[in-house]
């Protein structure tokens, strides 16, 4: 499978920016979907996650922010952030929190003034 995130940029506090990823494979109508980041020294963690039905549920540090879309049509996860703080700055990810498949390169965003 392979996971193909973008969207990342450069943004001051405050800011907005729209990730996307595609995933090549078969069944992604079926899977629950996570958008993951990692920061520069620190293990990786899981911001959000979206089911099949598009339930979605957030890490409390994203909560109000952040919100995770699905199109199964398209094999295709977004992520909204709104509101960006310098903490947001990190590599982001998306993956199956469930199958963890192999990771893809991620995109950079970084928050700065």
């Known amino acids: 499978v392979q996971l193909q995130a973008s969207g990342g940029g450069s943004v001051q506090p405050g800011g907005s920016l729209k990730l996307s990823c595609v995933a090549s494979?078969?069944?992604?109508?079926?899977?629950?979907m996570g958008w993951y980041h990692q920061a520069p020294g620190k293990q990786r963690e899981l911001v959000a996650r979206i089911t099949s039905g598009g339930v979605t549920d957030y890490a409390d540090f994203v909560k109000g922010r952040f919100t995770f879309s699905r199109d199964n049509a398209k094999n295709l996860v977004s992520l909204e952030m709104t509101d960006l703080k310098p903490d947001d700055s990190a590599v982001y990810y998306c993956?199956?929190?469930?199958?963890?498949?192999?990771w893809g390169r991620g995109t950079q965003v970084t928050v700065s003034s």
């Open positions: 993956n199956s929190p469930d199958l963890l498949w192999t």
């Open positions: 494979v078969s069944i992604f109508s079926d899977i629950i």
